[in-house]
């Protein structure tokens, strides 16, 4: 049976549904069987990937509001291995139409059970808030994968994503496991990022990834050409970053991976912690790792060392690119 991760933060910009093509790409060319629901009504995950939302028939809408068999959504967005069970904007409305929906929360659960022996991996990219879209998405998951980005506000909010977290493993599925938290957008220029780096490492010890995604001008670009960076500038620090971040995931399991430990609970309570806590002083647990080499369409700008693995191992994918950002 495939693993089921949501990609969650309810703070907009940090990353998920870069997180998630660019995840879904590059385990597809791993020879992974690979879905990618994007269950965000904004649809960028959709658009991300080159598929027309405006000539859509159906789209998940139809699977949590109609009925709708999830085979019947799901198109190719032209990679072997890939598909894409699409949003469009009538996912605006679900929300809405949900609330005195019989098992509402369910409906993502429901839709996926039978075609989770097709896949080796469902990815889950979810929209900027906790309500039930995101809730359906936590119900199904088996893990959740938790971008940060590295800046001031990184742990803002993460206390409430804590919480829900736990009530949701109380409540509708115990067997949810945080796999981790990947920090994204990496400056190696700012003290600050590498503050960021320092403090989520340190109160979140083993549940951080190694490889930390740099800031990149090309991640950018990659969507408005509907490409991952894997086909967009495939030697770039970004794309060699989430090329290791996909490793890692594969290599974790639901029962070794970095969400291993039993409690949610740990991510309101560390989140607690940390917050406003970025700038203090700590051990520095951080080494260099060489940058990336920078090639694709255009030439990527200056590159840094990132933080150390978290869990032993060696670090990957740690530049900056683009001197203009």
Same mark, same amino acid.
């Given at each position: ?72 959504? =799901? $198109?190719? @967005?032209?990679?072997?291995? !890939?598909?894409? *069970? #699409? /949003? ?122 190694? =490889? $930390?995604? @740099?800031?990149?001008?090309? !991640?950018?670009? *990659? #969507? /408005? ?101």
């Amino acid at each position: 049976m495939g693993r089921v991760i949501a990609i969650t933060n309810q703070k907009g910009g940090v990353g998920k549904t870069t997180t998630a093509v660019n995840l879904a790409a590059y385990a597809a060319a791993a020879g992974r069987q690979v879905l990618l629901v994007d269950m965000d009504p904004q649809g960028n995950a959709t658009a991300g990937l080159a598929v027309d939302r405006m000539s859509l028939s159906a789209s998940i809408y139809d699977c949590l509001c109609g009925g709708a068999a999830i085979e019947s959504v =799901t $198109v190719a @967005p032209g990679q072997d291995g !890939l598909r894409v *069970a #699409p /949003s469009t904007l009538d996912l605006a409305g679900a929300e809405v139409e949900l609330v005195p929906a019989l098992a509402r929360e369910m409906r993502l659960r429901t839709a996926l059970a039978p075609v989770r022996d097709h896949y080796d991996l469902v990815l889950v990219d979810t929209p900027p808030s906790l309500g039930l879209l995101t809730v359906n998405s936590l119900t199904a998951a088996d893990e959740v994968l938790i971008p940060i980005q590295c800046e001031f506000y990184a742990l803002e909010g993460l206390n409430q994503l804590g919480k829900t977290l736990s009530l949701i493993r109380a409540q509708l599925n115990p067997g949810l496991r945080v796999l981790g938290v990947v920090l994204t957008m990496y400056d190696s220029r700012t003290r600050l990022s590498q503050q960021v780096v320092e403090a989520v490492r340190r109160e979140f010890p083993e549940r951080v990834f190694e =490889t $930390v995604i @740099p800031r990149s001008v090309r !991640l950018a670009e *990659a #969507p /408005s050409y509907g490409e991952p960076i894997l086909r967009y500038a495939p030697g770039s620090p970004g794309a060699v970053a989430y090329a290791e971040l996909t490793r890692e995931v594969l290599e974790s399991g639901t029962e070794t991976g970095a969400g291993s430990a039993d409690t949610v609970g740990d991510v309101a309570r560390a989140a607690g912690t940390a917050e406003g806590d970025g700038g203090s002083d700590r051990d520095d647990r951080r080494q260099s790792v060489p940058a990336a080499p920078a090639e694709g369409r255009a030439e990527d700008g200056g590159a840094g060392g990132l933080g150390a693995p978290a869990r032993g191992g060696a670090a990957a994918g740690g530049a900056s690119e683009g001197r203009g950002i």
